[in-house]
């Protein structure tokens, strides 16, 4: 099971940590890709890290400002959003893939957690 948190309402410029916390098994087998879906659109990849050597992905739209990372020890995951537009404004949602590389599709995971919901507005 995936646990994802850390969502709330956050001004334009602000900053988010999420978290994507996984219990029954570990997630160091795993890649962790976090998705967003804004309303009236489709989900959406946002960035995904690897488990063979940490490399990581990520949307155009997100770079320089977003960090993904994980903590194997507290089998969790994270995605730092700094300098947050309204256009990032989505439900957030977290999702692993057993293998070790970069995994871009949404096909491509076949476990997700529930959304936290991340609302960017003055």
């Known amino acids: 099971q995936l646990q994802a948190s850390g969502g709330g309402l956050v001004q334009p410029g602000g900053s988010l940590r999420l978290s994507c916390a996984a219990s029954g098994f570990t997630l160091d087998a795993y890649a962790i890709g976090w998705f967003r879906q804004a309303p009236g659109k489709e989900r959406e990849g946002v960035s995904c890290?690897?488990?063979?050597?940490?490399?990581?992905y990520y949307v155009d739209s997100v770079k320089g400002r977003f960090t993904i990372s994980r903590d194997n020890a507290k089998n969790t995951a994270y995605l730092q959003m700094n300098s947050l537009k309204p256009e990032d404004t989505a439900v957030y949602y977290c999702?692993?893939?057993?293998?070790?590389?970069?995994?871009?599709?949404?096909?491509?995971?076949?476990?997700w957690g529930q959304g936290t919901e991340v609302t960017v507005s003055s």
């Open positions: 999702a692993a893939a057993l293998g070790g590389g970069i995994y871009y599709l949404i096909a491509e995971y076949p476990y």
């Open positions: 890290i690897s488990t063979r050597d940490n490399s990581t």
